[in-house]
């Protein structure tokens, strides 16, 4: 079998070699860096971030292409560039099948989710839950809930795998990495808003793009094309298949399983009940996970509340999907390749090799798209991928911590100071950014052992864990008009009880390898993630719909518009426990004090106020009138007739492109 000489180097040239240390790769990257900060700048000049809805929501005047492209951005993070190649490595195309589920659920995000988040006029999804349910506990316990999944799933997972490529590019510590990485991500989250990350988004979409095209010219290059490819991946089986215990007496032989390509590798489609990927799992099981993911993540939805119109969403949503189309080319196939490569490091077993190699003993696939990209990357091409998986991490991060501190912003922090004004409220938004990032960091280590070192089946476990009843709630609150508070709140509750018992008992047991599996119980652990996403989804639908038939309906006066039955309902709604924060204080002393001490403010304060987006001026008041036409006019979901049928034609073809996909590779 066929190897590079990378796999036969020594430890001491790998670590005395540094890959990214040369004239044409370091200006690569500062130019790239540049360019970024010109580009946020630019959209801080440019946008209004004085106002709580020009920072979160970008005034809502974004056209779907940077919408799409950021929506797609906001998806890829550095987590699947390593994740995905690295879960490729091990089995197969299979993961490829996670980002065509895509395709199906842009399409139900733009077409009917959006619509009715337009029509209720909110910010943020635990307010849409307010309005819909009223009282503050889903909707604190929401808040909550989708913090801690950012943590678990999100900010940690990138931040990990974004510091794993610069460990191998340059060398240095993971945490000194990290912490080099959040500096340069907070400062145009921080200061620019919304609009300053979509903007931002959509160019590093391109450069994500470019880089990765060139990586899988060079990878299929070096393999010898396609069919050498499917044939070369089933043959590349490590050397490195036993280790010695008691002081070397003892031989211990890893069984064939744990190290031979899956012979259905080239198959989305796998056994119910032996396969590593359940096909009923990835069709049924998959779909609850990204309906929780793409249509009701706040994340995925601020990008489409930022639209000037339902064309524009419908738009970005489908230029999203064709998009995610490409991860099974980019990343899926490279992570399969660098196995091909590097087959002794990227397929290791032996614990000692994999510690050797990566620093860990569970495996080494997190490392197959990063080595590829270090060994094959000419200078100058190799500074670029390290710019494209900054880009990637970058975009992601940005997007998580805006949107997670809109969520502390709009449904916790008001709660506490519900005379906050608006300079205090975007103050709070951006100190916890901070705070975010220093528990993300607390838990790096734990993510380095999860499931068997493969880092994209640890994201989507956490997810099948915790997200399923948010979407079972979200799913009944739109299309079950009878389903109350009371029932959402214990179907949230009971869920997410069920969720927990299965995370906190596999992490105390440990996920285990194939070399030293888990010695948690079967009846437990044994359920594949996705058959148990399907049964928590199943349970928590059960007892929604329990409790809300055994208690009383909300009358249909406080449900227009927030339900599909009432969506195109043209009454005046009555918001159960209305409570508008942003009308709060308008009258205090203290507020109307400090603008005019503002305006005495030497020139160092007024640049600093104009850098974070705090306006000199306070924000005219407005009339009723003016008020009412306002909220109209954001909460409009007409679209002109010609390009309602355009979208609606290219959703269809999507839909049809999705299928195909699924066909050919099943």
């Known amino acids: 079998m066929d190897t590079t000489p990378s796999t036969t180097m020594t430890p001491g040239k790998n670590e005395n070699f540094i890959p990214i240390n040369n004239a044409a ?3 690569v990257i500062v130019i790239y860096f540049i360019v970024v900060l010109a580009v946020g700048l630019w959209a801080m000049v440019r946008t209004s971030r004085g106002t709580v809805g020009g920072f979160f929501l970008a005034g809502r005047s974004m056209v779907w292409w940077p919408i799409g492209a950021s929506l797609f951005a906001s998806n890829i993070g550095s987590g699947h560039f390593v994740g995905l190649a690295g879960t490729a490595a091990a089995g197969g195309i299979v993961i490829g099948g996670f980002e065509w589920n895509a395709l199906v659920m842009v399409v139900v995000l733009g077409w009917i989710f959006v619509p009715i988040y337009v029509k209720a006029g909110v910010v943020t999804m635990p307010e849409y839950l307010r309005k819909r349910f009223g009282g503050d506990r889903i909707r604190i316990y929401l808040s909550v809930l989708s913090l801690l999944l950012y943590v678990f799933t999100k900010i940690s997972a990138d931040m990990f795998s974004g510091a794993i490529f610069i460990q191998q590019a340059m060398k240095i510590n993971i945490y000194i990495a990290i912490v080099m990485l959040l500096l340069i991500t907070a400062l145009y989250t921080v200061t620019g808003g919304l609009a300053a990350v979509i903007y931002t988004d959509t160019l590093q979409t391109i450069i994500m793009l470019v880089g990765s095209f060139i990586l899988m010219g060079f990878a299929f290059s070096k393999v010898g094309g ?19 215990i008691n002081n070397n007496t003892e031989t211990i032989t890893i069984d064939e399983k744990c190290y031979t390509p899956r012979a259905d590798a080239f198959h989305i489609f796998r056994d119910p009940i032996t396969g590593d990927m359940p096909w009923p799992g990835l ?30 969403v419908k738009a970005g949503c489908i230029l999203c999907g064709y998009l995610k189309l490409l991860p099974m080319f980019l990343m899926v196939f490279p992570g399969m390749i660098s196995r091909i490569l590097y087959t002794e490091e990227i397929a290791c077993v032996v614990p000692s090799e994999c510690k050797r190699y990566c620093d860990t003993t569970v495996g080494c696939t997190n490392i197959a798209y990063p080595k590829m990209v270090i060994d094959l990357m000419p200078d100058g091409l190799r500074g670029l991928m390290l710019s494209v998986m900054l880009a ?46 220093g528990v993300s960091i607390a838990w790096v280590p734990i993510l380095q052992s999860a499931q068997s070192g493969q880092l994209f089946d640890y994201m989507q476990s956490i997810t099948s864990f915790l997200g399923p009843p948010i979407g079972a709630v979200f799913f009944l609150a739109i299309f079950i008009k009878r389903v109350n508070e009371q029932g959402a709140f214990w179907g949230l509750i009971i869920g997410l009880l069920i969720g927990l018992s299965r995370m906190i008992t596999e992490f105390a047991y440990g996920t285990g390898s194939c070399v030293k599996p ?4 079967k009846i437990i652990c044994g359920v594949h993630y996705l058959y148990f996403a399907i049964i928590l989804f199943t349970v928590s639908c059960i ?42 204080g308008e009258s205090e002393s203290e507020e109307e004090s400090m603008y005019k001490e503002e305006k005495k403010q030497s020139c160092w304060r007024k640049s600093y106020n ?30 002109p007739r010609l390009w309602r049928n355009v979208v609606n034609i290219n959703g269809i073809i999507l839909l049809a492109v999705a299928v195909f996909c699924h066909a050919y590779f099943a």
């Open 25 to 27: 790769d370091i200006s």
């Open 226 to 244: 396609y069919e050498a490819f499917m044939e070369k991946y089933m043959k590349a089986i490590p050397t490195v298949v036993s280790y010695t």
């Open 283 to 312: 069709i049924f099981g998959l779909t609850i996970l990204a309906l929780w993911y793409w249509c009701t993540d706040q994340v995925i939805v601020q990008r489409c509340l930022s639209a000037k119109n339902m064309s524009h």
């Open 392 to 437: 990637s991490l970058m975009s992601s991060l940005t997007s998580i911590f805006n949107s997670a501190s809109t969520l502390f912003t709009m449904d916790i922090y008001t709660r506490v100071r519900k005379q906050a004004s608006e300079k205090e409220l975007m103050i709070a938004g951006r100190v916890f950014i901070l705070f975010l990032i």
């Open 518 to 521: 888990s010695n948690c119980p």
């Open 543 to 584: 007892i929604v719909l329990a409790v809300s038939f055994m208690t009383k309906p909300i009358p249909d006066k406080h449900l227009h518009r927030l339900c599909w039955a009432l969506r195109n309902s043209t009454e005046e709604r009555e918001d159960l426990d209305a409570y508008d924060w942003s009308n709060e």
């Open 610 to 639: 104009w850098f974070c987006g705090f306006d000199d001026k306070k924000a005219p008041k407005l009339s009723e009138e003016e008020k009412k036409a306002l909220e109209k006019t954001m909460t409009d979901t007409s679209e």
